[in-house]
């Protein structure tokens, strides 16, 4: 069974952090490109930032540069996002998605496999 576990979220004031962290199963974790979306209330899922667990290419979206770092453990099958200098703006459900195509960034149309979701809220 595919799974993708995410967790870390929680409610932080404005400027401080979190990390996020993606648990995945069930799929070969190396053959995909891994990464986080994002969507909060009355606004479309976007993309916030992606990795290529076998070439270790990145991506992030123009709103988080500079303040989010994605990283992968391949032997724990597991992607974190480490968010800081959080901003109310980055309030949303932030949800880990998979996608065996390896280009960057991951199309939404194109995702193979979705998380759960982990609700980030930011207070300012």
């Known amino acids: 069974e595919v799974q993708l576990v995410e967790s870390g979220g929680g409610l932080v004031q404005a400027g401080g952090s979190l990390r996020l962290s993606c648990a995945a199963s069930g799929f070969a974790f190396d053959d995909y490109a891994i990464g986080w979306f994002r969507q909060a209330p009355g606004k479309e899922r976007e993309g916030v930032s992606f990795?290529?667990?076998?070439?270790?290419?990145?991506y992030y979206a123009d709103s988080v540069k500079g303040r989010f770092t994605i990283s992968s453990d391949n032997a724990k099958n597991t992607v974190y996002l480490q968010m800081n200098s959080l901003k109310p703006e980055d309030t949303a459900v932030y949800y880990c998605?998979?996608?065996?195509?390896?280009?960057?960034?991951?199309?939404?149309?194109?995702?193979?496999?979705w998380g759960q979701g982990t609700q980030v809220t930011v207070s300012s």
């Open positions: 990795i290529s667990t076998s070439g270790y290419s990145k």
């Open positions: 998605a998979a996608d065996l195509d390896p280009e960057l960034p991951i199309l939404i149309t194109t995702v193979d496999y």
